[in-house]
């Protein structure tokens, strides 16, 4: 492609138009791809949560973390600037199982340690102990991650990935850039290991 020219929006922005695979990895150009996205689309919480959902267990994590980041980009906006790290942990939960689903295991463990840091505080909120605003399952996610990142971290010594049961116990349920790391190791099946976010 020639440097000069860019992939550009509607409104003149900088934008990959490559199509994209299920895990949100560039095809090239011309290739059958998955649609993506839109970026910046304000959604109510439980609009984002309910799509994001929707794409978690499709498979779909990359997609998933678009979603909950436009949600947490419009917090401020929206007067709900005490929630963007609510939503800025979930959308690195949702990016860190698209690492370990893309064989990533390193980045993967990372940002889902790095996301249910930021979802903790939001666990107590009004109902249930460790549930967070809009029925967000803090607890489960955290749990979740942490027993996710557990067994990434042994595929660093070459020990394969086991899967997990996403519906098992207190198995719920999704900011760096997923495209920044390369892929190696085993990876996860995305759709068995797609979280709750709420309790519903």
């Not at 401020?76 to 295991?105: F, I, M, P, S, Y």
Request: aromatic share 4%; with cysteine; hydrophobic share 35%.
């Amino acid at each position: 492609m020639d440097r000069a020219r860019r992939d550009r929006d509607a409104e003149g922005r900088a934008r990959n138009a490559r199509p994209r695979d299920g895990l949100g990895r560039p095809l090239p150009y011309g290739a059958p791809g998955v649609e993506r996205q839109p970026e910046g689309v304000v959604r109510s919480p439980d609009e984002s949560l309910r799509e994001a959902q929707r794409l978690l267990d499709a498979g779909m994590p990359f997609h998933a973390h678009e979603v909950l980041e436009d949600a947490w980009k419009s917090c401020g906006d929206t007067g709900r600037a005490e929630e963007r790290e609510l939503w800025r942990g979930l959308a690195q939960l949702a990016v860190g199982l698209t690492h370990a689903a893309r064989g990533n295991a390193p980045g993967g463990a990372r940002l889902l340690l790095r996301g249910a840091d930021r979802i903790a505080p939001y666990g107590d909120g009004p109902g249930a102990p460790g549930t967070g605003p809009y029925g967000i399952d803090v607890a489960g996610l955290a749990a979740w991650a942490h027993r996710l990142a557990e067994r990434l971290a042994g595929t660093a010594d070459g020990a394969p990935v086991s899967g997990g049961d996403r519906h098992a116990g207190t198995e719920p349920a999704g900011e760096a850039g997923p495209e920044a790391a390369g892929d190696a190791g085993p990876a996860v099946d995305p759709v068995a290991e797609a979280p709750r976010l709420t309790g519903r």
